[in-house]
């Protein structure tokens, strides 16, 4: 047993775990590998996709990306976090934006920009994603907003 006193929780330290979830998220995807993908996932993790497909607990969230990966040629994410709130000590909620790139292009395809939340949950000293929900950012009738968003993320590039 260690004689060394609990230390404090650190939100600045969680928040830049939280951040660094969504990162591997989109790696896992920018990497086309399922299986980091469910696998930053809790047990009975839920995802809600592109198109409104809904993914329950690692095994689904697996098969369906590995289905996905195998299907389509898929683009890669260029994300920027918006916000990350906190619940409580063991919670958190992180939204974002995001472009994709498409196979064989060097800019932003507006059609597929997203705003993305991930509700994360401490388990076991250790953040997982709890929900992940990626959005058409399409903003109908709104073209304004739709072209400052891609000009944001432009500048993620």
Do not use: C
């Not at 619940?87 to 997203?114: C, F, K, Q, S």
Request: negative net charge.
């Amino acid at each position: 047993m260690s004689s060394q006193p609990a230390r404090a929780p650190d939100p600045r330290f969680d928040e830049t775990e939280v951040r660094a979830l969504y990162r591997q998220m989109l790696s896992g995807w920018n990497r086309r590998n399922p299986e980091i993908i469910a696998d930053l996932f809790d047990d009975d993790g839920f995802a809600i996709g592109f198109d409104g497909s809904e993914l329950e607990g690692r095994a689904d969230i697996a098969a369906t990306h590995k289905q996905i990966f195998a299907d389509h040629q898929t683009g890669a994410f260029v994300g920027k976090v918006r916000d990350v709130r906190f619940l409580n000590p063991e919670v958190a909620v992180l939204t974002a934006v995001a472009g994709m790139v498409l196979p064989g292009e060097t800019d932003i395809e507006p059609d597929r920009n997203t705003v993305q939340t991930l509700v994360a949950v401490k388990r076991n000293h250790e953040w997982r994603v709890a929900v992940y929900q990626n959005t058409p950012a399409q903003y109908h009738g709104r073209d304004e907003k739709a072209k400052s968003l891609t000009d944001e993320l432009r500048k993620q590039l």
